[in-house]
């Protein structure tokens, strides 16, 4: 028995195609969690009883955009093997959900990054994800108490990505909280970078100041973790317009984008948007897999076999 056929990789229908990618690339044997929802919105989950046999320790792969239905249906797939025996259940979510409530801002507000936390604790052993929004706190540890809790970055296939496809790239960060994955993909890459600074005045209300810089006639690249209603990027491309930059596109990890966000950018004259594939969509070029499954080895001490 070779050290991966002790795991089973498991993967939502959503998802399948990354999922049994991952599971070759780790060697894992992979298996289809089935989902039927009936027709009050109710959903049953189907685990693949007779491979759960083989094994007590699975992996279980769902990204969690749509968090309300794909994390309840993930609580109960995770319980259900657990039912039949499971022992050992590693999440990979390589965009994680509700990570960016980390305080109250206003009395009375749910501290949801806690709650998640919490529940995910309760199902999973461990979680692998990638750029977490982990603002007031540094360790995806302390968000989500388990064994395992990693949180990677796409910083570096998302810098291998941009050296392929832009001529000498200028990063440009839309806020704060930007600066580390601006920073962390320019300066190894010796690209030029700056971060702007933002006030979110609502959902869709954001407001970006961009620092003073010679970006005339520059390959500009807007560089986030998440575009969700896209307005730091709209915002941020609407700024920079003025300074008549030579092209403007956008590279994100998480590629949310809300109704509407991707003809707004072309609007502000962006000509590219990029993302990874933590997320399926249509702006998917970087692959996080690779990345996943190197970690995912290392932490059941996989040998390399289909690697
Ligand atoms: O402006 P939208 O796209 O709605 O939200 C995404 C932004 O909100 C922040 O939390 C993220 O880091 C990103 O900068």
């Known amino acids: 028995m070779t050290s991966s ?13 990354q999922a049994q990618e991952l599971a070759k690339l780790t060697g894992i044997s992979y298996a289809d969690i089935d989902i039927h929802v009936f027709p ?53 979510a390589p965009y994680l959900a509700y990570m960016r409530q980390d305080i109250a801002f206003n009395p009375g507000e749910v501290v949801s990054q806690k709650v998640i936390g919490k529940l995910l604790s309760e199902s999973f052993e461990g979680v692998i994800t990638v750029d977490s929004h982990l603002h007031r706190i540094s360790k995806l540890s302390e968000a989500i108490p388990v064994e395992y809790a990693i949180n990677l970055t796409a910083t570096e296939p998302m810098g291998e990505f941009l050296k392929q496809h832009v001529d000498s790239p200028f990063l440009l960060g839309p806020d704060g909280e930007s600066r580390q994955w601006v920073e962390a993909i320019a300066l190894p890459n010796k690209m030029d970078s700056s971060v702007a600074t933002k006030v979110r005045r609502g959902d869709k209300n954001v407001e970006i100041n961009l620092p003073d810089g010679d970006y005339q006639g520059r390959n500009m690249v807007l560089v986030d973790d998440v575009a969700s209603s896209g307005q730091t990027l709209i915002q941020t491309a609407k700024q920079l317009q003025q300074y008549q930059p030579a092209s403007i596109s956008v590279l994100v990890t998480h590629a949310l984008f809300m109704e509407g966000s991707i003809e707004a950018l072309k609007e502000q004259g962006v000509i590219n948007i990029w993302s990874c594939n933590s997320i399926k969509h249509p702006t998917n070029q970087v692959s996080l897999t690779g990345l996943i499954a190197r970690e995912l080895k290392e932490i059941l001490h996989l040998t390399g076999e289909n690697t």
Not at 5 to 17: A, I
Request: charged share 25%; hydrophobic share 40%.
């Open 40 to 92: 009050d919105g109710e959903s049953k989950i189907t685990l693949p009883a007779e491979a759960l046999k083989s094994t007590t320790q699975i992996v279980i792969y769902r990204s969690l955009d749509h968090p309300n239905n794909k994390l309840l249906e993930l609580i109960m797939a995770a319980q259900g093997a657990r039912q039949l025996g499971i022992k050992k259940i590693i999440l990979v």
């Open 5 to 17: 056929s002790r795991y089973l990789l498991l993967g939502f229908p959503e998802s399948k195609g």
